[in-house]
């Protein structure tokens, strides 16, 4: 599993932005994918997760309704969609892959492997 996060940028709030973490390595059917953030001097948060058939997706009480996750398999590739951004999304956004179960893992412990990160910048 090698992942690769990509999509962040500078953006005025209230714009969107769309992520992509591709993994380029070989792709197994065990693993969900989840999105988390760590904006500066802050700890890592949840931001979302997707199972591998896409069938159950999860996401932080407080992205409900502005962000949505999707998935390509045949790209293996996830989306991290990001919509009506405020400057509190600042942060460095990154992919990991951990257990494809439900309820879908929110603790990043439970992810095993991570991209190098994306960062989004949310100007007021």
């Known amino acids: 599993v090698q992942l690769q996060a990509s999509g962040g940028g500078l953006v005025q709030a209230g714009g969107s932005l769309r992520l992509s973490c591709v993994d380029s390595?070989?792709?197994?059917?065990?693993?969900?994918t989840g999105w988390f953030r760590q904006a500066p001097g802050k700890v890592p948060e949840f931001v979302a997760a997707?199972?591998?058939?896409?069938?159950?997706?999860s996401f932080a009480d407080s992205l409900k309704g502005r962000f949505t996750i999707s998935r390509d398999n045949a790209k293996n590739t996830v989306y991290l969609q990001m919509n009506s951004l405020k400057p509190e999304d600042t942060a460095v956004y990154y992919c990991?892959?951990?257990?494809?179960?439900?309820?879908?893992?929110?603790?990043?412990?439970?992810?095993?492997?991570w991209g190098q990160g994306t960062q989004v910048t949310v100007s007021s």
């Open positions: 390595g070989r792709t197994s059917s065990l693993y969900a």
């Open positions: 997707i199972t591998w058939g896409g069938s159950t997706t």
């Open positions: 990991a892959k951990g257990p494809s179960r439900v309820p879908l893992a929110t603790i990043g412990g439970e992810y095993i492997y």
